[in-house]
């Protein structure tokens, strides 16, 4: 089974910065789109993020980060970062990380078991 770990959470003040990572205990990484997904207090997981697989030119967005996160992938680490800037209170959450089969299925279809994900607080 796939490992997920992430890491670089914390606690940020409104317009700050995070730079998110997660590391995957798989050689396969690179045929997989991988996603940062985050989960509020109350609220259901969200995909946020998310790169297509191999060279990860392509990259999709939710509108409430557009223009203030950025997904990129190192396949050689076999890792996916998120950074984060202009950081709002409302970017508070769990953050984690999944690989999907493609961009098209990675929201609703996750490939691997959760991990424990990063905290993200964003407070003054």
């Known amino acids: 089974q796939v490992q997920l770990v992430e890491s670089g959470g914390g606690l940020v003040q409104p317009g700050g910065s995070l730079r998110l990572s997660c590391a995957a205990s798989t050689r396969l990484f690179s045929i997989y789109a991988m996603g940062w997904y985050r989960q509020a207090p109350g609220k259901q997981r969200e995909l946020v993020a998310a790169i297509a697989s191999g060279g990860g030119g392509v990259t999709n967005y939710t509108d409430s980060v557009k223009g203030r996160f950025t997904i990129s992938r190192d396949n050689a680490k076999q890792t996916v970062f998120l950074q984060m800037n202009s950081l709002k209170p409302e970017d508070t959450a769990v953050y984690h990380c999944?690989?999907?089969?493609?961009?098209?299925?990675?929201?609703?279809?996750?490939?691997?078991?959760w991990g424990q994900g990063t905290q993200v607080t964003v407070s003054s």
């Open positions: 999944n690989a999907g089969g493609s961009l098209s299925t990675i929201a609703t279809k996750p490939l691997h078991y």
